[in-house]
């Protein structure tokens, strides 16, 4: 029987919804939205100031109520990345960074680019210029969420943990605020006895600021027809810290490689060496990926059965492990920017560049700039879009226009398989980005993926590509100690965030065509086909929402768009503390 699964809202007779009052609403406590806070924070005291002393004429602005909002159990439990940080927005946000304790895990000394054959691999003569990264930090971004809102709070910014903002308010068509979820509902939506409803939280300004695939601003988006010019496409990143023996590693070497062990997919591996003898090696496929067996944690845990890698990592043993997407369209996946009574930046925004795997600069700076835009407002006393439209055009005067359109066209080309896209990429860098042809198309993710057959064969389920290494313990591992690891952690006793429409198209068409996508390029073994009770040989979907750790890939990947991911009770998910 078909089935649509939704989240409940009604609540219990007697109860109703507080409501409070902000002036400048930011939805997500990561390096965007923290940045948004701070700036903000940062110009009105400024602003202040220099009335006070005389140095500026006009009044000063009143206090604001500025308001933080993060799914996660604290600041940072949701944070991963590669992660590898350009410092220009840091010091402008920030230009006492390392006097404040900034936590900078290793300035980058040594760049290398290695091809990985199946069992050789060579150094790249030089290092291509998009892979330098002398002068940039290796960090953990969780930590450095958590140092960017202990500034924040610091400036009497209001951060809420555990919040997580589940509908959009509306007057027509402006925003005017959000609601979070409610907290205490069992799995069929009934209220326990801890039953806490869900705030209204009024706002003058909304920022969108979720990262990746931000469930709110999809919502936002879909609404009022933002979307940009081309289809949002996304890559899957999984990655793991791994200990080695003492005096081992020298810090801050970042080594790519390219090859193996994707075959079917286009992607590439990093690895970054930190203090204290630990290894960060991660793996980041392409999602506009054929192949319905795409597996990034398997392909991971392939990656450490290479010769080049093996010696690096003798004596090792995994002590982390995270998996999250990042959006890959660029300029031209970029949604509108701004709107009456919001905006939008970082990840949500579009805004990495791909062939650099750099993002965390580029969403701080795009936070500061909204933030900007925002201080206009409230000097104007205008939230409408008359106003908040300068922050588009300070968009496009900023260094995140010059470094996302001279890749504009990189996803695409890289799309159509590394043989042909090199010479074509080549004539992009000589071009400023342009290529052959501009506004090359990107297909969505969902919509790309072929039938088991037609990518592997009539025996491809069987193949050796699909299998992993067997599992250690200390190198090696499967999905399930894999998560263990993230330690992510939902209430078994809460409603199922992982909203699935037709439960038929499971067992008759996806399993049969595709062996269950989900199955595989989920990297929390979220997603598993059972025998059926339907009858022999049938399978059904059953999903292990409680392994979740919000990467949001199947609400990307599914081939029949049949998974919509939403907020689960706040504060569930991940607790990351090192990737």
Known sequence: MAEFSTQRTDLPEGVTREAMDVDVLIVGGGAAGLSAAFHLAKHIEKHNQDVADGKKTGQQIPEQMIVVLDKGSEVGAHSMSGAVLNPKALRELVPTYKEDGCPLDAEVTYDAVHYLGEDFSFKLP????????????????????????????????????????????????????????????????????????????????????????????????????LQGRNPDVYEEGVKEIIQMPPGTVTPGQVIHTMGFPLKKSIGGTFIYTLPEDKICLGLVAYLDSKDPLLDPHRELQKLKTHPFIQKMLKGGKVIAYGGKTLPAGGWYSMPKLFG????????????????????????????????????????????????????????????IKDELYKVRNFHQTLSQGMVTA???????EMTGGRGLWDKMPTHADASVTERLVDVWGPDGFAEQLSQLPKPDGNLFFDKLSSVYLTGTMHDEDSPNHLLLQNSDICRTECYPKYKSPCNHFCPAAVYEMVPSKRGEGAYDLQINYTNCIHCKTCDIKCPFENIEWTVPEGGGGPKYTQV
């Not at 090199?422 to 992009?428: E, K, N, S």
Request: proline residues 4%; hydrophobic residues 40%.
């Open 422 to 428: 090199l010479p074509l990429i080549a004539i992009q």
């Open 126 to 225: 030089i290092t291509p210029p998009p892979f330098e990264n002398h002068g940039n930090y290796i960090v953990s971004l969780s930590k450095f969420n958590r140092w960017l809102a202990a500034q924040c709070e610091a400036k009497g910014i209001n951060i809420f943990p555990g919040f997580g903002a589940v509908e959009v308010l509306y007057d027509g068509d402006k925003v005017i605020g959000v609601r979070t979820g409610d907290k205490g509902r069992n799995k069929e939506g009934d209220p326990k006895g801890n039953f806490e409803p869900g705030l209204i939280l009024n706002s003058k300004i909304v920022i969108f600021a979720e990262g990746s695939r931000g469930s709110l601003f999809k919502q936002h988006s879909k609404r009022l027809n």
């Open 340 to 399: 009456n009574g919001w905006m939008v930046c970082g990840d949500s925004a579009s805004m990495v560049d791909v062939q650099r795997l750099k993002g965390i600069h580029l969403a701080m700076k795009s936070g500061m700039l909204a933030a900007e835009a925002a201080i206009e407002a409230i000097h104007a006393q205008d939230y409408t879009s008359a106003t908040l439209k300068k922050y588009e055009s300070k968009v496009h005067a900023s260094y």
